[in-house]
């Protein structure tokens, strides 16, 4: 089984910690960070850029909230991704 490092967010300092931090406010608030996001955690930057790619798709715009998310589950049904 493949294995990635990760730095949890209760582990997590400096930029990283930046960003986790930036994932709780553009999430409302969620007090988890789902793993797909944690494996981005040894490169900063690129945690950052993808947590801004998913809050641009997902929240900015005047499309209502409920059917982007519908839009997202039917491309990743189509693709036979289970995210």
Same mark, same amino acid.
């Given at each position: 089984? &493949?294995?990635?490092?990760?730095?949890? &967010?209760?582990?997590?300092?400096?930029?990283?910690?930046?960003?986790?931090?930036?994932?709780?406010e553009?999430?409302?608030?969620? &007090?988890?960070?789902?793993?797909?996001?944690?494996?981005?955690?040894?490169?900063?930057?690129?945690?950052?850029?993808m947590?801004?790619?998913?809050?641009?798709?997902?929240?900015?715009?005047?499309? &209502?909230?409920?059917?982007?998310?519908?839009?997202?589950?039917?491309v990743?049904?189509?693709?036979?991704?289970?995210?």
């Open positions: 089984m &493949p294995f990635i490092e990760i730095v949890s &967010p209760s582990h997590a300092s400096g930029e990283v910690a930046d960003v986790y931090r930036y994932m709780g553009v999430s409302g608030g969620a &007090p988890q960070v789902a793993k797909i996001v944690q494996m981005f955690s040894l490169r900063a930057a690129s945690m950052r850029r947590i801004r790619s998913w809050e641009l798709v997902m929240w900015c715009g005047d499309e &209502p909230r409920d059917h982007r998310e519908m839009v997202a589950a039917m990743s049904r189509h693709n036979d991704c289970h995210y």
